[in-house]
């Protein structure tokens, strides 16, 4: 998307290149992904990130043809830019399962060139507080399996985007928002950068006692795809709902709220923050907030003009 520079007459290009949301299979059948797609298509929607783990496709490490075929046929069906959420239980630091995930990694690259995504979300790896033994090598070999998987995607043409997570057990061992910074920075591989979860970050930061804007901040120079969900930045702890809808009514925990219902300051944040070209704003918000979806696409397209001027101007 292109923005005119009125102050110098020239034009510039706006970081985020695309805005939508994510979409997986609530059954693992494609025929449930199908028609979730065929509804964010009807709503406007342009981009989509794929939860392909959600579905069979991987056996073993191993890319399952048939399934894949079948994906490939579907995913052809619409005009979407896709984009594509790795393992939700990917983990490069445990070396018990290191191996393992990076075997389905590299298979879910192969499905990415597939269907044509160019992006592949990794969560950052993490620890359980018994494993300490593990610690002193957890950080190293997370980055030695990054650059090897961004080695092997490079010639896919497929970005690597290590999110950061937050913490989901007392004791365990995960990198902060800015921690995940410094690995994508270590690891200085073109594939590979980082990807901003506000929300994740927002409870982390509540969590260690650490200033939300500054983790943000840290991350930003080195983001290239971004997850965008609204909450109230509390730790769940060991609080647990009866229903879904409990959590929002309490405001505690990972709520993947349509924008607005939260606390985080989204104009503030885009109009402060600069990204890497070419970045992607993923909205998590689900079907369970269908009704609200249209009007958060609204705002995000907002926020990308809004980011976009803020970009114009840090380039003059």
């Given at each position: 998307m292109i923005h005119a520079s009125h102050s110098k007459g020239r034009q510039a290009m706006n970081n985020i290149i695309a805005a939508g949301f994510s979409s997986g299979s609530v059954d693992g059948e494609l025929e449930s992904?199908?028609?979730?797609?065929?509804?964010?298509?009807?709503?406007?929607?342009?981009t989509v990130e794929l939860g392909l783990t959600s579905v069979d496709l991987i056996a073993g490490g191993r890319v399952i043809k048939e399934r894949a075929e079948r994906l490939e046929a579907l995913t052809r069906e619409f005009a979407f830019r896709y984009t594509v959420h790795g393992l939700v239980s990917s983990n490069f630091m445990d070396p018990a399962i290191a191996g393992y995930q990076l075997e389905a990694a590299k298979a879910l690259v192969q499905i990415c060139d597939r269907i044509g995504a160019g992006v592949i979300v990794q969560h950052g790896?993490?620890?359980?507080?018994?494993?300490?033994?593990?610690?002193?090598?957890?950080?190293?070999?997370?980055?030695?399996?990054?650059?090897?998987?961004?080695?092997?995607?490079?010639?896919?043409?497929?970005?690597?985007?290590l999110e950061n997570i937050f913490s989901t057990e007392p004791g365990q061992y995960r990198q902060t928002p800015a921690e995940v910074a410094e690995t994508v920075k270590a690891v200085d591989h073109p594939n590979l950068v980082a990807l901003i979860d506000f929300s994740h970050a927002y409870i982390e930061s509540t969590?260690?006692?650490?200033?939300?804007?500054?983790?943000?901040?840290?991350?930003?120079?080195?983001?290239?795809?971004?997850?965008?969900?609204?909450?109230?930045?509390?730790?769940?702890?060991?609080?647990?709902?009866?229903?879904?809808?409990?959590?929002?009514?309490?405001?505690?925990?990972?709520?993947?709220?349509?924008?607005?219902?939260?606390?985080?300051?989204?104009?503030?944040?885009?109009?402060e923050l600069t990204f890497l070209p070419d970045t992607v704003l993923i909205m998590e918000i689900g079907p369970r907030y269908r009704n609200e979806q249209a009007e958060c696409l609204k705002r995000a397209q907002g926020l990308m003009l809004l980011n976009g001027g803020r970009t114009i101007a840090a380039a003059e």
């Open positions: 992904l199908q028609g979730d797609l065929r509804r964010l298509s009807d709503l406007g929607v342009d790896g993490h620890l359980r507080g018994g494993q300490l033994f593990e610690r002193a090598e957890a950080n190293r070999r997370e980055r030695e399996a990054l650059f090897e998987l961004a080695e092997f995607a490079r010639p896919y043409g497929v970005r690597i985007a969590y260690r006692g650490l200033n939300f804007r500054e983790q943000i901040r840290a991350m930003a120079p080195v983001a290239g795809h971004l997850h965008v969900h609204d909450s109230f930045g509390r730790p769940q702890a060991f609080y647990q709902a009866f229903y879904p809808q409990e959590a929002t009514a309490l405001g505690i925990g990972d709520l993947h709220m349509p924008l607005g219902w939260g606390d985080i300051e989204w104009e503030d944040l885009f109009s």
